[in-house]
């Protein structure tokens, strides 16, 4: 055994009989010395048996408390002792158990279980293992964690082993409900279609799912740790747009990037677009953990996109280019097309007429006469030619206009539009022509020279047209020809003079047989050739032909004028293809998209569509769709008939799926209203948003459990702080207090060196207890649980001004404020941690500290001081400047829902603000209990004052028996005093003064069933005769002050010399001290 072990029943025994012995040696030797050996003996006897209770009281309580199974065996496998934790587990008691073989508690399969350790333990080695145990008593198992030691005798031979045990069966059952739990959510991330990946924040890829492996074409091992710039994101889009910084920024605050699409590249090189859906994952400190990503991939959309645009602006550049004017208008003579020519012309751009009118832009009359032709191509069904006529910019202006109507996928009618050149010189010069020829005819005869003239003059006109014109005679030989047809040609007029017509076409029997047409019908309009040019280029044209006759009216062949349509027919082509792209990324989207009518049948739907519900064959949507003999009554697609207006809603279809539908007004090409509708599957979706649901929902839950755990920490590290407050009040302290009274004693010794030996002793143990009393306070101060925090804040203000010269400015909540217990301790630590801070490091010589209620049911804490300040961003735990104090309190309040703001400068002070939640403490029922009646037989004795020469009769109320057998030998020693009883408690005291009828009570302040204050306020009412002197470990003011107001004629301290207190017995049994006995109204029953 260890020198420093505490000593055994048995050595506290062998410890007395050594002292008999000694005091018998000194009874024979010197008799003078028996009476101080006996004593001495006596006190040491009185010691012995004083400290074994309180050692096995000691153990039996820390053994019988804790929740940690405890047991003690023999080398026979023999039950020696179990506590009652251990019974607990076995449905016994320890009686029941203790002495029986371990085989029988636990059966041949729990000792199997336990045996290798047991005979590793009987060999001499301490054993520490877990394992799951079956017991046979009760027929269950547990997953325990033991620890099994040696118990050696006195010659350190191993007798048996003792063995703490922990009850885990609880926690194993929860990590495998947490591991099935993951599986779960692993199965969905990992059967799911988007691409998830998990990023840190220094952008290294931490997680990626089985779908991301496949698309980027990585395997996880390759993957897994690797930057996302380089591997799945290039640093630089195609575009150039810079994605390694946009990573970056996505790291740094991932809820700024909720979602974002741009371009990823692959292991193999390959590009691929997706989008992205970011968030971001935070530790329980708030930061950053990973950010999650999940993308769809849209790399086929982005491509269809991006070829859809790039044929928009070809076919754009073609319209913008070309000289004539090009439009389109809708069913309701809106601008839906308009080229830059005609914007140009109009004083406008493209973009702002779009939607508009034209007799915005033009004349009323004007634009019904266009209207009216529009009209006309929508009831022909086919492109018709048109002289038209405006007046824009204050000049009348004629076109040449081909109008046809644009159709859409089912070839209905949705636009007209319309390609015009301006003939307004041509027709100018026709009206001229027809005019002079008006005058030739009649002034023929006589104005020969004016005819030659009228023809010089035609042959210009017909030079300055634009269009190919040419004279066929009845041979179908050129005869003349203008520099157009020489343009269209590449040959001069003398080349083509006197050739055949039909050779310069690339179909000359479609050629000859037009122009025989136009001998034979008179003209021919619109007729398509196509004209050859002599460099092999090809010109499409149309051609208006007519004959023309000689003076005596005889056909003398045919005038033909050629319009150039290349152009034109190139945009119809192009026109046609577009249309043809819109369908296939129609018939590619992912999404189903269909048209409905009125009278619920599919008038168009894309391959999407068409995959999930089959081909309508004429059938109605809610008969081919869903089987129904008549409108689903889920439908919700038809309110956009009702309303005009875009429907989103989910479709929950019978097969369980949900899809996300999409309705949008639509008008056909005949004007009939329709709805365009686009649906998407989202079951997984949902199915995936259920998972987060339930994941997020757990989450919270543990979070509870996290703070409902700092608040039983909180607790826990209290009550620790006030058991081990108690053990020095009522055990250290009353023991130095009972030692002093006893040395006290012995200080009456005439012998001048007893004398000064135990007046050195006294003053060691005073000091002793003062040390154990300021220890007391720190550890807990009692205020703090028998007043509340306001109180202990005043406390705490008090003792850092006495115990560091530290002013605290205090401004408190008035009124009761409703805390519970972990928060009440969790404010006043971190009060008091904060004051210490000013202390230590701030250099200042005040502080405010401030408690107020706020809005929300919260209470806030606040403590300034105007010291040297500090930087608040660069304190970090472990640093000088009270980082780890400052971190652990903003650690603790987190958990239980609370929060610290740090105000800092360095120079200017620090404001530190505590904030923390205001929770009604739950209700207790606890009935005072009064301090009985006395219950003497008759009626009680009057105490009165002694008389002279009589001795003081002293009532000791003191619940620890080592202070009252110090103070019984001490008064005992005093000529004029006798001890006449002792209680141990405040209800026993109240029986006594009844009873005995003491001049003087000394009442100790803290004693079980009814305190001091309590006890001494019962007695002086019923018999203020009797004098009573309060008597404590506490030095504290409003104590003294408190035993005073109850009733005491004075107060004094343990630690107080001897001296004082028996004069203090005797100054209160002088007769001036004497009051009347009291007659009034029977005060309030004292409370517990």
Not at 3 to 9: L, R, V
Request: aromatic fraction near 6%.
């Amino acid at each position: 055994m260890s020198s420093d072990a505490k000593p055994t029943y048995v050595e506290l025994e062998a410890r007395l009989a050594k002292s008999e012995a000694e005091l018998a040696a000194v009874r024979r030797q010197q008799p003078e010395c028996l009476d101080v050996a006996r004593a001495a003996a006596v006190e040491r006897a009185c010691y012995a048996e004083e400290a074994l209770r309180s050692k096995e009281a000691e153990l039996r309580a820390v053994t019988e408390i804790t929740p940690v199974m405890l047991t003690r065996c023999s080398r026979d496998l023999r039950y020696l002792y179990i506590n009652h934790a251990y019974a607990a587990i076995l449905g016994s008691t320890p009686d029941q158990v203790i002495g029986k073989p371990i085989l029988e508690i636990m059966g041949a399969q729990g000792f199997a279980t336990i045996r290798p350790h047991v005979e590793q333990v009987l060999r001499g080695q301490p054993v520490e293992y877990e394992d799951e145990v079956h017991f046979a008593v009760t027929g269950q198992s547990h997953w325990l964690h033991m620890i099994y030691m040696p118990d050696r005798d006195e010659r350190g031979q191993v007798v048996g082993w003792v063995a703490s045990i922990t009850d885990n069966t609880a926690r194993k059952a929860a990590e495998e409900a947490l591991g099935e739990s993951e599986d779960r959510y692993r199965g969905v991330v990992e059967n799911t279609t988007a691409i998830i990946l998990r990023v840190a924040p220094n952008g290294v890829i931490t997680f990626a799912n089985q779908r991301a492996l496949e698309l980027f074409g990585y395997s996880a091992e390759e993957l897994i740790g690797k930057h996302a710039v380089g591997a799945v994101v290039p640093p630089r889009e195609s575009s150039g747009r810079d994605l390694a910084t946009m990573v970056d920024e996505i790291a740094a605050d991932p809820d700024a990037f909720r979602t974002n699409a741009n371009e990823n590249m692959c292991k193999d090189g390959r590009r691929a677009w997706l989008e992205w859906t970011n968030s971001g994952i935070y530790g329980p400190d708030g930061k950053l953990k990973e950010f999650l990503s999940v993308g769809i991939d849209v790399t086929a959309r982005k491509q269809a996109e991006e070829a859809l645009a790039a044929a928009h602006r070809e076919i754009q550049s073609v319209i913008d280019n070309t000289p004539a004017i090009v439009y389109a208008f809708d069913l309701e003579e809106r601008f839906v097309l308009a080229n830059a020519t005609v914007a140009d012309l109009l004083k406008s751009t493209p973009e702002q007429m779009i939607g508009k009118r034209r007799c915005e832009f033009m004349p009323q009359e004007d634009a019904d006469w266009h209207e009216a032709n529009d009209h006309r191509v929508i009831e022909a069904g086919r492109a018709m030619e048109f002289e038209e006529y405006s007046k824009l910019q204050g000049r009348s202006i004629t076109w040449l206009t081909t109008k046809f109507p644009l159709r859409d996928s089912q070839g209905r009618i949705y636009a007209v539009a319309g390609i015009s050149a301006e003939i307004t010189q041509r027709k100018r010069m026709e009206e001229a022509l027809r005019e002079l020829n008006a005058t030739l005819e009649k002034r023929v005869a006589e104005r020969t020279a004016e005819v030659v003239q009228a023809n010089a003059y035609n042959r210009n006109l017909i030079e300055a047209s634009l269009d190919p014109l040419v004279t066929i005679g009845p041979d179908g030989k050129i005869t003349d020809v203008n520099a157009a047809t020489e343009a269209a040609t590449g040959l001069t007029r003398e080349q083509l003079v006197g050739t055949d017509f039909c050779d310069y076409f690339t179909d000359p029997a479609k050629a000859r047989a037009g122009y025989e047409q136009v001998f034979r019908d008179g003209a021919v309009r619109d007729y398509g050739l196509e004209l050859r040019h002599c460099d092999g280029r090809v010109m499409s044209a149309v051609y208006h032909a007519s004959v023309y006759c000689d003076e005596q009216g005889k056909v003398a062949g045919v005038f033909a004028a050629a319009r150039d349509i290349t152009d034109r027919l190139r945009s119809e082509v192009a026109i046609k293809a577009e249309r043809q792209r819109l369908f296939d990324v129609l018939e590619a989207l992912p999404a189903m998209v269909c048209l409905l009518t009125p009278d619920y049948h599919v008038s168009f739907a894309n391959r999407g569509f068409r995959e999930r519900f089959g081909e309508s064959n004429g059938r109605r949507c809610y008969e081919f769709c869903f089987g129904q003999d008549e409108p689903c009554n889920f439908c919700q697609a038809y309110k956009v008939l009702e309303t005009g207006q875009p429907h989103h809603w989910e479709l929950p279809a019978p097969d369980g799926s949900v899809i996300d539908t999409y309705d949008f007004p639509f008008t056909d090409v005949d004007g009939s209203p329709m709805i365009l509708e686009m649906d998407l599957d989202i079951t997984e979706i949902r199915k995936a948003q259920m998972a987060l649901r339930q994941a997020n929902e757990q989450l919270a839950g543990r979070a509870a459990q996290l703070r409902a755990l700092a608040g039983e920490l909180t607790l826990s590290e209290q009550r620790e702080r006030r058991r081990m407050a108690r053990l020095l009040h009522d055990q250290l302290q009353q023991l130095l207090v009972g030692c002093k009274f006893r040395l006290a004693v012995l200080g009456r010794h005439e012998d001048s060196v007893v004398q000064l030996a135990t007046g050195e002793a006294i003053g060691l143990l005073d000091e002793a207890v003062r040390a154990s009393r300021s220890l007391t306070a720190e550890l807990s101060p009692p205020i703090l649980h028998e007043a509340g925090l306001v109180e202990g804040l005043q406390w705490l203000a008090r003792w850092m001004a006495e115990k560091h010269g530290l002013f605290v400015d205090l401004s408190m909540a008035k009124g009761p404020l409703p805390l519970t217990e972990d928060v009440k301790v969790l404010l006043f630590e971190s009060g008091r941690e904060l004051l210490f801070n000013v202390v230590k490091h701030a250099q200042a010589k005040s502080a405010t500290l401030t408690l107020r209620p706020i809005k929300g049911r919260q209470i806030q804490l606040t403590v300034a001081d105007e010291g040297v300040g500090f930087e608040a961003d660069k304190v970090r735990p472990g640093t000088d400047g009270g980082g780890f104090g400052l971190f652990s309190i903003r650690e603790r309040l987190e958990l239980i829902g609370g929060q610290m703001e740090v105000r800092s400068t360095p120079g200017q002070g620090s404001v530190l603000v505590l904030t923390a939640p205001m929770r009604q403490p739950p209700a207790t029922r606890a009935a005072p209990l009064a301090a009985e009646e006395p219950s003497g037989h008759g009626q009680a004795v009057e105490a009165v004052p002694p008389l002279p020469g009589a001795k003081v009769r002293v009532l000791l109320a003191d619940d620890h028996a080592v202070t009252r057998q110090g103070l019984t030998q001490l008064l005992g020693q005093e000529p004029d005093m006798e001890v006449i009883g002792g209680a141990a408690d405040g209800l026993e005291a109240v029986q006594l003064a009844s009873e005995l009828s003491p001049h003087v009570i000394l009442m100790d302040l803290n004693m079980p069933n009814l305190n001091g204050v309590d006890a001494t306020q019962a007695i002086h009412n019923d018999y203020p005769n009797i004098r009573i002197i309060g008597l404590s470990m506490f030095e504290e003011a409003d104590r003294a002050q408190a035993m005073r107001d109850a009733g005491a004629v004075d107060y004094l301290t343990k630690t107080s010399p001897v001296e004082q207190l028996i004069a203090a017995i005797r100054r209160a049994c002088q007769p001036a001290k004497t009051t009347k006995r009291f007659h009034g109204k029977r005060p309030r029953k004292p409370r517990r």
